[in-house]
């Protein structure tokens, strides 16, 4: 059981949905790029001969036969047909059984660019953010992206690196000194700007490090100064040339939601320490926890003016007025859920929302919340967890207020 547990921790992480390009001949980009085709066909290979293959293939693919996961890993000869075979079936799997229903909008503006792009999204689950993009730009016969991963995840086990590395991950070092993290972040920078520039492939990359676990989606200053690293032209063309897409996912019940409740609360008082594999298990239960209704939205790409506007601006302003453009899309492109409305009234012991739900409504979801509580252990101040819990949901509500009156993102919340 441990075993099989084990490699449905690892090859879960196959529903990303990434496709495998070329690798980039640069040996300056080796210690990050995605494996190449022949690379990846080998790595599956290996997958195949996991001792617990045949019951996660029973487990993703209930309607085919149990060798067939293994069978379909060993006979690949390209990422673009391991997709077909195993990474569509297995996302659409997660889909058609943990999502009650999902949708999308704003994908004429992918349709509309003669060129590649950056996506930054608004990260909620490890996983699931990327891997349902990519099945909406598969779907609508767009070539998948490649997309950026720390590589804490591949630390863990030889077969999660060889399942993501297969799978496009562009590695994100992470946990090194200040000085690595400059050359690091350079080497960074420099890729995903030749990989654009170049037509080679178009990336996805979380607007912040780390999922957002409070529920306020705003975008990583330090990350817009590293996109900027490797420009060698001015801060318009830099940032124009990128072609930035904002993107945001909402989910009706957040992945994972009582586990970043319980990290922001002990974090209050000592630094959070992760368990090992704490990862994995996050990816795990965000991607078999129900997850009601699921939206994403792709907003308008961020215009020359708006860069321009930004460049007339001095030293952080205008990274800080980029970041302001992308924060706004994802917060406008955010649907809120029943539960965003009634966690909102019950944190402010109000009915300022209740036409946006019916009394049993919120009976399900307070009944839903205390659930999520019996999980935590009890030396846990309960009334502190609740409030954390409810403000993962009530946040957004209070973020689009903000918004429409203009007001920071980032104060108190809820």
């Known amino acids: 059981m441990a075993t099989v547990r084990s490699f449905l921790e690892s090859n879960i992480l196959i529903s990303s949905n990434l496709i495998m390009s070329e690798n980039n001949n640069s040996s300056e980009f080796d210690s990050i790029v995605p494996y190449s085709d022949e690379e990846a066909v080998k790595a599956l290979g290996e997958v195949a001969n996991h001792p617990a293959c045949l019951a996660i293939s029973e487990y993703l693919f209930p309607d085919k036969p149990v060798t067939y996961l293994r069978d379909a890993l060993r006979s690949v000869h390209s990422i673009d047909e391991f997709q077909q075979k195993v990474m569509n079936e297995a996302v659409i799997w997660v889909i058609n059984n943990t999502i009650h229903n999902f949708s999308y909008d704003g994908i004429q503006y992918i349709k509309d660019q003669k060129g590649k792009f950056l996506l930054m999204s608004n990260h909620r689950d490890i996983i699931l953010d990327p891997a349902i993009t990519q099945l909406v730009l598969f779907r609508n016969g767009i070539p998948m992206t490649e997309i950026c991963v720390g590589d804490n995840l591949i630390k863990q086990s030889k077969t999660v690196e060889k399942l993501l590395r297969s799978n496009r991950m562009i590695k994100v070092i992470r946990g090194i000194s200040a000085r690595d993290l400059y050359l690091s972040s350079q080497l960074l920078s420099k890729y995903i700007r030749d990989d654009i520039t170049s037509g080679k492939s178009s990336v996805w990359l979380a607007q912040r490090q780390g999922r957002t676990k409070d529920g306020i989606d705003t975008t990583e200053q330090g990350l817009l100064k590293m996109l900027d690293m490797s420009g060698t032209k001015t801060f318009l063309e830099n940032f124009e040339e990128l072609n930035i897409i904002p993107l945001s996912i909402s989910y009706e019940y957040e992945p994972c939601d009582i586990r970043k409740a319980r990290e922001m609360m002990i974090s209050r008082t000592q630094k959070y320490v992760k368990s090992h594999h704490e990862d994995m298990h996050s990816i795990v239960i965000g991607i078999r926890q129900q997850k009601g209704d699921v939206h994403l939205n792709i907003g308008k790409p961020l215009t020359a003016e708006e860069i321009e506007e930004a460049a007339r601006c001095d030293k952080n302003d205008r990274y800080q007025a980029i970041r ?86 980032r104060k108190e919340q809820a």
């Not at 019916?358 to 839903?368: G, L, Q, R, T, V």
């Open 324 to 409: 302001h453009a992308i924060d706004k899309r994802v917060i406008e492109g955010y649907k809120l859920w029943k539960t965003n409305f009634i966690a909102y009234d019950l944190v402010n012991h109000s009915f300022k929302y209740s036409e946006m739900y019916k009394p049993a409504d919120m009976e399900k979801f307070i009944e839903y919340t205390e659930h999520k509580l019996d999980k935590v252990e009890r030396r846990l101040n309960r009334e502190d967890l609740r409030t954390i819990f409810l403000k993962i949901y009530a946040n957004p509500v209070i973020t689009k207020e903000r918004l429409a009156v203009g007001a920071s993102l």
